[in-house]
């Protein structure tokens, strides 16, 4: 029996007041939040409050690896996460982080098989008749409705899950829902098992981010195998759920691949929408409550780097939706990449924050992409804030690969980051240096544009790997959410300026045939076997350079959302003292002045207060460190020592009267405060 309930949503003054509501900040995935204890001024007086690493867990809820993902929510004076490949959900103590409770769901073979079991991000918070609740899906793809006060599932919330060890109330088995109306599940006239779940050979789905609630609404996302490991074009699409969050019962599905009669069906052809899948909400989703909105970031179709078996523009891939969360019904779209092969999926949630564009106030939405693009749209209708321009983009000459001819490109902001690699792209402290360079980007196939196709075994041109600049890493990634100042309408931006060489072979030679799908695709990127650019050696006019692209290799980018341009640039930390050394003792940099640090590869953790911008990375003697930024100029203005490297993400609170920075680690957090 479903008992009755009344919700209530969160105070929209809870950031004001110390709260970290969701893992991105809040709804509007900024990562600021109002606090000004911590400041320039005491800043390097930051010692560590407390560590956790899951070693005061109840017995028999032994972790495992602990994920360096997962972000803590901290909200009506409670921190609560969920660590480990079993999604342990776990609330700490916000003054000394010793474990309160902690929740653990039965293993499943659904759960085992998750590739993205250690990728959890963390839990969403609401209100259910002024009872504080913790909402978490799992990699086995189930949602969990706990008492934030116990992690006792809620009584009478959802249903009972007919799996030894399940409640009899406070779950929903997301996948029953997900696969009721999905005609290849439906054409097995199997029987559902809610323990062993889809078979393999339709498709498997897991999450990896927190629902969002909006306007007591928990809007489910979820996310797929990693295209990049894919050699089967069979999967099950990863349709957005909507719940009552009062009861949990299920209130609607958006389709991500659209069905006939439905917008975007047509963007499928040779009947792919029919078998193939993936197109998931993997990153977290933001929301305006307002309006009624939640966004949606979806990344590409079944398979990265080869889709000629889904020829068309394939939409809802690698786009933005805003969904209306009532009825769950397409208010506006956009997408970024058309039949996206590249790994191009968006990777963060889109940030929400109003911007005064030539006079005019503008509700923004900025979304951070893999090839160095920030898309800004008014997030009401979905118009680009600034024109977008529709250019030719190159051919595939892989067998039975039909590219888009044309991708679209935002005139503004200018990208943060390079993309592909081009001639002025390359070293030029003088002639001699440029010319060095371009022989070595020549010899080795360096040069490419942005959305370069892959190369294939047996080109006829006899080409080696294509280099997808920036690659599937990025340019800006999960590894490195960005944050935003809604004061200032500044967004930073953590981005990378690697590339992916990327050469197809047939999928054939790379089969797993414990992976997901029936029917092999003809072409799959290898992972193994790349020839790989050396480092210049002796005797090279560029030996000791960073790369024969210009620097920095990593690095912040602040963007002024109100004029759309850049307003700081700064390193990622700084290149190791060994690396700067050699870079400095090159015969050809002799009597040149030039800056030798680079920063760092990879991407930092951000977050953002009223006072400061946070980072995490490591200084020129490799050690690990805090950093604070500010926020108008880019300049360093304090360092601080950590145990171990932040990475993923920051966040901060404020509990009985002090400000805490949490760093996630690997093997758990390191928490910061003022003595």
């Known amino acids: 029996m479903i008992v009755s309930v009344a919700v209530a949503g969160l105070p929209g003054d809870a950031q004001q007041k110390g709260d970290w509501t969701t893992i991105t900040g809040g709804d509007s995935a900024n990562r600021y939040a109002a606090h000004d204890q911590i400041n320039a001024a005491n800043f390097n007086n930051l010692k560590v409050a407390w560590e956790w690493n899951g070693s005061d867990l109840p017995p028999g809820m032994e972790l495992g690896e602990v994920n360096g993902r997962g972000l803590p929510i901290y909200v009506d004076g409670m921190l609560i996460t969920v660590s480990g490949p079993r ?46 609740v913790v909402l978490v899906t799992t990699p086995g793809f189930f949602l969990h409705a706990l008492d934030a006060k116990t992690g006792k599932p809620i009584e009478g919330w959802g249903e009972a899950v007919p799996v030894a060890g399940f409640g009899k109330t406070g779950s929903v088995d997301l ?9 290849p599940w439906k054409q097995t006239e199997q029987k559902y098992d809610a323990f062993k779940g889809l078979p393999l050979e339709l498709g498997y789905i897991t999450t990896s981010s927190p629902p969002i609630v909006v306007n007591d609404v928990l809007v489910v996302g979820n996310s797929a195998e990693q295209g990049y490991n894919q050699t089967r074009i069979e999967n099950v ?37 029919r078998w193939t899948g993936d197109v998931s909400s993997w990153a977290p989703m933001s929301a305006d409550p307002a309006r009624g909105l939640v966004y949606v970031p979806t990344n590409g179709a079944t398979i990265d780097y080869y889709g000629g078996f889904r020829p068309g523009d394939n939409l809802f ?43 005019r106030r503008i509700p923004g939405l900025f979304q951070m992409t893999k090839q160095s693009y920030l ?22 000459k892989v067998p ?24 002025s792209d390359l070293v030029d402290y003088t002639p001699e240096i440029k010319k060095a360079a371009l022989e070595w980007a020549q010899k080795y196939e360096l040069l490419a544009d942005l959305f370069e196709p892959p190369t294939h075994r047996g080109n006829a041109e006899g080409k080696g790997p294509a280099n997808i600049c920036p690659g599937g890493g990025g340019g800006a990634n999960i590894t490195g959410p960005p944050a935003a100042d809604p004061t200032m309408g500044y967004i930073f931006i953590p981005t990378f300026n690697g ?43 560029l030996v000791g350079f960073p790369d024969v692209f210009k620097g920095p290799i990593g690095r912040i980018v602040a963007i002024d959302l109100n004029t759309g341009n850049h307003a700081w640039m700064t390193p990622h930390g700084d290149m190791a003292q060994r690396d700067q050394d050699n870079f400095k003792a090159n015969p050809l940099m002799k009597g040149i002045q030039f800056d030798a640090n680079w920063g ?67 093997g758990g957090y390191t928490t910061l405060a003022l003595p």
Not at 89 to 105: I, M, N, R, Y
Not at 110 to 127: D, L
Not at 175 to 183: M, N, R, T, V, Y
Not at 406 to 415: D, F, G, M, R, Y
């Open 87 to 132: 999604r342990t959900v776990v609330s700490l103590d916000p003054a000394t982080g010793k474990t309160l409770w902690a929740f653990q769901e039965p293993l499943t073979p659904r759960h085992e098989y998750s590739m993205r079991s250690n990728h959890g991000k963390g839990v969403a918070y609401a209100k259910i008749n002024g009872k504080s």
């Open 400 to 423: 039975g690969e039909k590219l888009s001819t044309t991708q679209l490109h935002p005139t503004k902001p200018a990208p943060y980051d390079f993309q592909g690699r081009k001639e």
């Open 317 to 359: 891939s690698t786009s933005i939706i805003a969904l209306d969360v009532k009825t769950g019904k397409r208010v506006w779209h956009q997408q970024q990449v058309k039949h996206d092969i590249w790994n191009y999926d968006n990777p963060t949630a889109p940030v929400l924050l109003d911007v005064n564009v030539g006079g």
């Open 600 to 666: 760092r590869r990879g991407h930092p953790a951000l977050a953002a207060t009223s006072t400061l911008l946070f980072a995490s990375g490591q200084t020129a003697d490799n050690k690990p460190n805090l950093f604070a930024i500010d926020k108008k100029t880019g300049k360093r203005v304090g360092t601080v020592p950590t145990p171990r490297l932040g990475s993923y993400g920051l966040m901060t609170y404020m509990h009985q009267g002090k400000q805490y920075v949490v760093l996630p680690v690997s």
């Open 375 to 396: 898309y800004s749209y008014n997030r009401h209708t979905g118009e680009p804030i600034w024109p977008m321009e529709s250019r030719p983009a190159k051919a595939s």
């Open 499 to 541: 590339c992916t060489p990327t050469l197809l072979h047939p999928a054939k030679e790379r089969d797993n045939p414990k992976m997901t799908g029936k029917t092999l695709a003809d072409w799959v990127p290898m992972r193994s076997g790349l020839p790989r650019v050396p480092a210049p050696p002796e005797g090279h006019p």
């Open 175 to 183: 996948l029953k829902d997900l696969i009721a109306d999905w005609q």
């Open 237 to 273: 699409p990863g349709d957005i759920l909507g719940y009552e969050l009062k009861t949990g019962k299920f209130l609607w599905k958006f389709h991500v691949i659209p069905r006939p009669g439905e917008f975007g069906h047509e963007t499928w052809e040779n009947d792919a929408w």
